[in-house]
């Protein structure tokens, strides 16, 4: 059963930065995509960033600019750095793999943003 656990997130003050993690308990070759979640109290869940086994990234529009989506193949490791983190980031972060077949949640980690 593959595992992800997500780390790095906490609370911080507008304007800060914060570094997520997501390791994978399976080599993370083996997923076509990876991607960060969020979800905010009483809002829908939406994509911040995914990478490709190619290293391709797309971002969500608000995020553009700020937060960099990264992949270590030798780690099993996805990062989300995030900068310039404004109160609006607010949310449950969760990492996504995805395979052809199926898809895999991690539990998730919470980033608070204070103003």
């Known amino acids: 059963q593959v595992q992800l656990v997500e780390s790095g997130g906490g609370l911080v003050q507008a304007g800060g930065s914060l570094r997520l993690s997501c390791a994978a308990s399976?080599?993370?070759?083996?997923?076509?995509?990876m991607g960060w979640f969020r979800q905010a109290p009483g809002k829908q869940r939406e994509l911040v960033a995914s990478?490709?086994?190619?290293?391709?990234?797309k971002y969500a529009d608000s995020v553009k600019g700020r937060f960099t989506i990264s992949r270590n193949n030798a780690e099993n490791t996805v990062y989300l750095q995030m900068n310039s983190l404004e109160p609006e980031d607010t949310a449950v972060y969760c990492c996504?793999?995805?395979?052809?077949?199926?898809?895999?949640w991690g539990q998730g980690t919470q980033v608070t943003v204070s103003s």
């Open positions: 996504e793999a995805l395979t052809a077949w199926k898809d895999y």
């Open positions: 990478i490709t086994n190619g290293a391709g990234t």
């Open positions: 399976t080599s993370i070759d083996s997923f076509n995509t």
